[in-house]
């Protein structure tokens, strides 16, 4: 298959390009700059530009940002939309977290209806935070499934950069949505909600300040700042899922003729930054002197509970299998130490 994959220097998308790879596709990547192009290909030597190729496409907030991108010989079948910012950097919710989200989403949407008639799949990566109810908290008992839709508003949005965040993946997924009932476009959607990501980082991240967010706890934990700090932070969301199980989400996704119109929960179950701590601590015990004691306080399950979570749909519809929390991390932790050089 001929494919589209936006935002490919991202931790996510590394992982999805390489399983695309891997499968034989044809994919052109979008990127920032020259430079992000240059560091890709530098990990894929093994691929022509038959099979990886770049787009460049600086700022997905831009009205039109996609109209050239989408535009390609042999013409793209399906599109991978992953670009959207997951930091907290912020100086401005709306321009830095929230414009992008949502004008990057339709301004791919509209471009291959206008553009790219060959496209039949778009998969959009969404979130566990287009899915969660923040007011709601912990939510002992309460089973999340796709079925749920975060109730945030706009003026919340505005609050703070987490809600900020949750906002801009709610609005990006409900546009996309949107997009399709109103426009009736040539392709079908799927959306994919994930919550917490861990896995190995990109290959080319070149230095721990750089490491993407969800997991710059695992680095926080290897370097000593919770040890530093007395407590382990709240975990924040109690779901996770691996970054290749996700990979293979995205791809699925794609593949599976009824995947279409369908959102997916795609989860792995249940971790704590607790549980994180004291996984690095069995598999690496180089890192002893670093970690909190095990009677730390923080980081832990709240003693009332949690909610619950389905994930039925992408077993039953993506094949899903999820790996361990173990794997996950030890495999994270592994990855890390290859980048090195605080260690
Ligand atoms: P990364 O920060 O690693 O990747 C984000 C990607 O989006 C990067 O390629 C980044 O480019 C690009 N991007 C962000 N803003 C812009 C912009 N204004 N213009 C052009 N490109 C932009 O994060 P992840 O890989 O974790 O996130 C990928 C997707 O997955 C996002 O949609 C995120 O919301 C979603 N997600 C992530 C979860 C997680 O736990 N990691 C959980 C749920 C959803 P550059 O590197 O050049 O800045």
Known sequence: TRVLLTGGS???????????????????????????????????PEYGSDKLSFAIVPDIAVEGAFDDAVKSDPPFEAVLHTASPFHYNVTDIQKDLLDPALIGTTSILKAIKKSAPSVKRVVV?????????????????????????????????????????????????????????????????????????????????????????SNARVRDAILGKFKENGEIPPSGVY????????????????????????????????????????????NFPEYADK????????????????????????????GLEFMSLEKSVVDLVNSLKAVGEQF
């Open 10 to 44: 991202g931790f996510i998308a590394a992982w999805v390009l390489d399983l695309l790879l891997q499968q034989g596709h044809s994919v052109v990547t979008t990127v920032r700059s020259r430079a992000k192009a240059d560091a890709i290909k530098a990990k894929h």
């Open 125 to 213: 990566t969404s979130s566990f935070a287009a899915v969660f109810d923040p007011a709601k908290g912990d939510n002992p008992g309460y089973p999340y499934s796709e079925a749920d839709w975060s109730p945030l508003t706009h003026e919340q949005a505005l609050e703070n950069m987490v809600a900020g965040y949750r906002y801009s993946k709610t609005s990006a997924e409900r546009a996309a949505w949107d997009f399709v009932e109103k426009e009736k476009p040539n392709f079908t959607l799927s959306t994919i909600c994930p919550p917490l990501v861990l896995g190995p980082t990109a290959p080319w991240l070149a230095s721990l300040d750089n490491i993407n967010t």
């Open 239 to 282: 779901l996770w899922i691996d970054v290749r199980d996700l990979a293979i989400a995205h791809v699925k996704a794609m593949d599976v003729p009824d995947a279409a119109g369908k959102r997916f929960f795609t989860t792995a179950g249940y971790f704590s930054n607790k549980e994180i701590v004291e996984l690095i601590r069995k």
């Open 291 to 318: 970690l909190p004691p095990p009677d730390v306080k923080g980081g832990d399950y709240p003693p009332g509970g949690v909610y619950k979570y389905d994930n039925s749909r992408s077993k039953e519809v993506l």
